[in-house]
Every structure is written in C-alpha cells, then in structure tokens.
C-alpha cells in the first residue's frame, strides 16, 4: 500500500490517479501541514468528525439465522454473534461468517437516522456540514465537516461519542425525577415534544408502553402488580400524554 501522499491541486490527484490506476483509494480524515512527512512531522492540524455505524455491532435478532462462529481451539460451534469466550474450552478466538441481511441493514440505517438527528437538532450542525456514505459493506459512515470540529481532541470526540451513545446519562438531568406530594410519591418526566435526550425519553418510554406486554413490563424490572395495571390502563395513559404526560 502506498501511503503518506499529498496533493496540492486537483489534477495533480487526478495525474496521479491515472498513472497509477489502483485498484482503492483512501484518505485521511485528518488536516496536516505537510502529509508526505513522517507521522511524527507532519504536524496535525485537525480532523473531521466520523461517525462509522456498522450492523456487525447491531444486535439483530436475525444474526442466529446467518451469522455461524467456531472456536478453532476446540472446534466448539454455534448460531449468532459469537460468546465472546468459548463456552467449551474459555478461548477467546473464533473463526467467524458474518452476513449483512436486508433487516441488517435497515437497522444500521435506522441508526444512521437517530444519529442524523443528533447531529443536526441537538449539536446544530448544518446539513452542508454533514455526509453520509454507504460504507460498502454492512452500514454507513457519517462525515461531520467544519471548523466546530476540525481541532477536537480525542477526549473531546469520546465526550460527543458518549452523548450520542447516552453513557453515563444520568435520567435526573432530563427531566426524571421523584418527589413527594404529601404521601404520594410522583415521578415527574420529560415531555414529547421536549428537545434532546429528554424528548427521546419521552418518545422512549411512549413507543414502549405503546406496544409492551405484560411480559415485557415485567423483563424492565416491573412488579407484576404494576405492570398489570399499566397493560389495563394503556389507553388512558397513553391519553395523558397529550398533556404532561402520565408521569
Ligand atoms: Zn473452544
Ligand atoms: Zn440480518
């Protein structure tokens, strides 16, 4: 592989195209004064946000159906993503056959799509500022582009990464919270309509009661008691949140 090349023109990329015809091409995410340098001289100056949404990484329950692993220390084998360590012998190596399925990629893309918004409605990127490619294989990469992004560090990329991701979201600064009227205790939530993670909750938590069963209620943490009542109140709960929500 040829690497460490820099152009100052358009046609020069293009000459060097043509004179060489390879068969890939790539290229850094990464601003440099001088690209041809050595790594340790080329002097960063920046880099794009990118974001690569993978449906390797996407727990799809189709993955059982076409996706194989085998552990060729023991020659243990089975359905799914792979156990992470062999259940047979406890090594940590397999030999894998991944596919991307049609539900595959739909789920990247329904990703891609939550991220988008992301991008645009809570960090207020411009759509100018965005691209998103088909990453020719199992999903898609998102570009994030401009000076709001060029000179962020690596903690700083972990910080907009774990946003994104909602690590270590704590609910109480979105709007959950429990107080107390009189004997009651309430929980008081965030709206629909709200912006960021606390709209998302809502939405959350409004498509799940949407759609849960009782048994679904139950695998959250839910008493069985509670989630009976919410099985038989659904409609009207559901109702409430035209309103404030049924918090
Ligand atoms: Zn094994
Ligand atoms: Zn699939």
């Given at each position: 592989m040829l690497r460490h090349k820099g152009f100052k023109s358009p046609s020069?990329?293009?000459k060097f195209l043509r004179d060489l015809t390879p068969s890939n091409v790539y290229y850094s995410c990464a601003y440099y004064e001088n690209p041809e340098a050595r790594m340790d001289e080329k002097g960063w100056l920046g880099a794009d946000l990118i974001f690569d949404i993978d449906a390797d990484h996407i727990p799809?329950?189709?993955?059982?159906?076409?996706?194989?692993?085998?552990?060729?220390?023991?020659?243990?084998?089975?359905?799914?993503?792979?156990?992470?360590?062999?259940?047979?012998c406890g090594s940590e190596k397999f030999e894998t056959r991944i596919w991307a399925c049609e539900l595959c990629l739909e789920a990247a893309k329904a990703e891609t799509l939550k991220l988008l918004d992301m991008l645009l409605e809570d960090f207020g990127f411009s759509e100018k500022e965005i691209s998103v490619f088909f990453s020719g294989h199992r999903g898609y990469h998102v570009h994030v582009e401009g000076s709001a992004v060029r000179g962020l560090d690596s903690v700083a990329r972990k910080e907009i990464v774990d946003y994104v991701s909602g690590l270590g979201l704590d609910p109480s600064f979105h709007g959950l919270r429990l107080t107390r009227y009189g004997a009651a205790r309430l929980i008081q939530g965030p709206n629909l309509d709200d912006e960021g993670w606390r709209g998302r909750i809502a939405k959350g938590v409004y498509d799940f009661v949407l759609t849960a069963s009782e048994e679904d209620f139950l695998r959250v943490g839910l008493p069985r008691k509670t989630a009976k009542t919410l099985v038989e109140n659904r409609g009207k709960i559901l109702e409430s949140w035209k309103d404030n929500g049924p918090w």
């Amino acid at each position: 592989m040829l690497r460490h090349k820099g152009f100052k023109s358009p046609s020069e990329l293009h000459k060097f195209l043509r004179d060489l015809t390879p068969s890939n091409v790539y290229y850094s995410c990464a601003y440099y004064e001088n690209p041809e340098a050595r790594m340790d001289e080329k002097g960063w100056l920046g880099a794009d946000l990118i974001f690569d949404i993978d449906a390797d990484h996407i727990p799809t329950p189709c993955k059982k159906n076409h996706d194989t692993w085998i552990c060729p220390n023991c020659g243990f084998a089975g359905r799914g993503e792979n156990p992470g360590k062999c259940p047979n012998c406890g090594s940590e190596k397999f030999e894998t056959r991944i596919w991307a399925c049609e539900l595959c990629l739909e789920a990247a893309k329904a990703e891609t799509l939550k991220l988008l918004d992301m991008l645009l409605e809570d960090f207020g990127f411009s759509e100018k500022e965005i691209s998103v490619f088909f990453s020719g294989h199992r999903g898609y990469h998102v570009h994030v582009e401009g000076s709001a992004v060029r000179g962020l560090d690596s903690v700083a990329r972990k910080e907009i990464v774990d946003y994104v991701s909602g690590l270590g979201l704590d609910p109480s600064f979105h709007g959950l919270r429990l107080t107390r009227y009189g004997a009651a205790r309430l929980i008081q939530g965030p709206n629909l309509d709200d912006e960021g993670w606390r709209g998302r909750i809502a939405k959350g938590v409004y498509d799940f009661v949407l759609t849960a069963s009782e048994e679904d209620f139950l695998r959250v943490g839910l008493p069985r008691k509670t989630a009976k009542t919410l099985v038989e109140n659904r409609g009207k709960i559901l109702e409430s949140w035209k309103d404030n929500g049924p918090w």
